[in-house]
């Protein structure tokens, strides 16, 4: 048997929807599980939406979460003679007609067919007419000339087999009436140039792949192996859409999901290896297989992901996290300036506390990114004349201190909750407000530590706060 070869193949229409990145995910595992090769093909025939800021959004999402192609991409548009061809070659061989049927009469047929409650299938005039009988102000579509007699069976990997008569596939288009191919003549002669062994993708492809194997049968070419897998649902059991929210990838990376957290989500997203539920890329590879793949759809959990998330980022290692929070800092907030850097990592510990994505992490750590206090305005309100006079004799207070920790800072803060006959979150939240603009964040010692002494004396004597 040849090496295994697998494809993704979007069209540059729109962004890339999750479902796309899981199905992208399957054939890269499957192939390199296999020691195969993994390919990206662009299907950007459709010239009205395609666009190449929609190509490198592809191309970059899949880097993003782990999945690098094999070779060249594959662009479609730039085979459409050879698909071409191939459909002048069925005409040859008997497997093709010219179809001569006006719009109007098309539209007859499928009106026809709504008023009996069936499904439109044409109704195969021009199989058999001759060509002497062409109307001439009509240019033909070219349609394949499907089976009428038996049934077909799809020897499907994921599905088991699958068997339909093969009357209920209509003589599809193959070459419309200005030239162009279809999706299945072009999805078909570009997986046979490309050599493809396993076809992988969404179980709403499997009347495409009835479709697309009689061609290759009609070609003589050899059949790959079909994989259809169940598609995504959202919570509500809906299939998922492009217009659903967080639908696609740049809608996670947004939030700060981490790209093994999300892989880890998708891979465990409709297929599963014993009882594991956390992979590494490695094991991802070792343990992939399609017998794991679920037959049924399934739903994609908010909740789940952002509890995947929050494992990565308890038991990644700091110096790991501090890289993934400068470059989502660096796409989605504000650059992270060199002289942050130690600050951050050593306060990560407890920056990282609760925090389910690198955003969460991120507005813990904004007092330290930002260089100046950004108020809250309503927690502004907070810092009435005894919040000031408390904030001014903890200044006095840390003035006279020569080291800055627990031990140091909480008979400090005990004696001024004695003197004030207030509690812990009386002293706190003033201090908190004045530190980092806001009542909400870390705890205020690890605030006053992480600081350090010389900038929490600068933030304490803020004007706002005299």
């Known amino acids: 048997m040849s090496k295994v070869a697998t494809r993704f193949a979007p069209s540059p229409t729109g962004a890339l929807h999750i479902g796309g990145v899981r199905t992208a995910l399957f054939n890269?595992?499957?192939?390199?599980?296999?020691?195969?090769?993994?390919?990206?093909?662009?299907e950007d025939t459709d010239k009205e939406r395609s666009k190449d800021e929609y190509k490198l959004q592809i191309i970059k999402s899949l880097k993003w979460i782990g999945i690098e192609h094999d070779g060249d991409e594959y662009i479609q548009s730039t085979k459409i003679n050879d698909h071409i061809k191939v459909a002048n070659e069925l005409i040859r061989n008997g497997n093709a007609y010219k179809c001569y049927c006006s719009n109007e009469e098309i539209e007859e047929q499928?009106?026809?067919a709504k008023q009996k409650k069936l499904p439109y299938v044409y109704n195969r005039k021009w199989r058999d007419l001759p060509e002497s009988d062409a109307p001439d102000n009509i240019k033909p579509v070219i349609r394949f000339k499907s089976k009428i007699e038996g049934s077909s069976t799809l020897k499907d990997l994921v599905q088991g087999d699958i068997e339909i008569e093969n009357n209920t596939i209509e003589d599809f288009i193959i070459l419309r009436n200005d030239g162009t191919?279809?999706?299945?003549?072009?999805?078909?002669?570009?997986?046979?140039?490309?050599?493809?062994?396993?076809?992988?993708?969404?179980?709403?492809?499997?009347?495409?792949?009835?479709?697309?194997?009689?061609i290759y049968v009609a070609m003589k070419w050899?059949?790959?192996s079909f994989a259809h897998?169940?598609?995504?649902?959202?919570?509500?059991?809906?299939?998922?859409?492009?217009?659903?929210?967080a639908s696609t990838l740049d809608d996670y990376s947004k939030i700060g999901i981490m790209p093994n957290a999300l892989r880890n989500y998708l891979l465990r997203l409709g297929w599963s290896y014993k009882d594991k539920e956390i992979f590494t890329?490695?094991?991802?590879?070792?343990?992939?297989?399609?017998?794991?793949?679920?037959?049924?759809?399934?739903?994609?959990?908010?909740?789940?992901?952002?509890?995947?998330?929050?494992?990565?980022?308890?038991?990644?290692?700091?110096?790991?996290?501090?890289?993934?929070l400068v470059q989502y800092c660096e796409l989605f907030k504000e650059k992270i300036e060199a002289d942050k850097e130690e600050k951050i990592k050593h306060s990560l510990i407890f920056l990282k506390n609760k925090a389910k994505t690198l955003e969460d992490i991120y507005n813990n750590a904004k007092y330290i990114v930002l260089s100046k206090v950004d108020f809250d305005k309503n927690d502004l309100n907070l810092i009435d004349a005894k919040a000031k006079t408390i904030i001014s004799e903890f200044k006095n207070n840390i003035k006279i201190l020569k080291v800055l920790n627990k031990e140091t800072l909480e008979p400090i803060i005990n004696?001024?909750?004695?003197?004030?006959?207030?509690?812990?979150k009386g002293i706190g939240q003033p201090l908190r407000v004045a530190l980092t603009g806001s009542k909400f964040g870390p705890g205020i010692y690890d605030i006053i530590i992480s600081l350090g002494k010389e900038e929490v004396e600068k933030r304490l004597s803020d004007k706002v706060l005299a």
């Open 222 to 224: 050899t059949l790959p």
């Open 281 to 324: 890329l490695e094991e991802s590879i070792e343990h992939f297989n399609l017998e794991g793949i679920g037959k049924s759809p399934s739903k994609l959990d908010m909740s789940r992901i952002l509890s995947m998330n929050e494992h990565y980022i308890k038991t990644i290692n700091e110096n790991e996290l501090y890289i993934q």
């Open 415 to 424: 004696n001024l909750i004695k003197a004030h006959k207030t509690n812990f």
């Open 110 to 112: 499928k009106k026809r």
């Open 28 to 42: 890269w595992l499957y192939s390199k599980n296999q020691k195969g090769t993994f390919h990206l093909r662009i």
């Open 181 to 214: 191919p279809t999706y299945n003549l072009s999805a078909t002669v570009d997986d046979h140039l490309m050599n493809m062994t396993h076809i992988i993708r969404g179980d709403d492809h499997k009347i495409n792949t009835f479709k697309q194997m009689q």
């Open 229 to 245: 897998i169940p598609l995504i649902h959202t919570i509500k059991g809906k299939k998922l859409s492009k217009r659903d929210n």
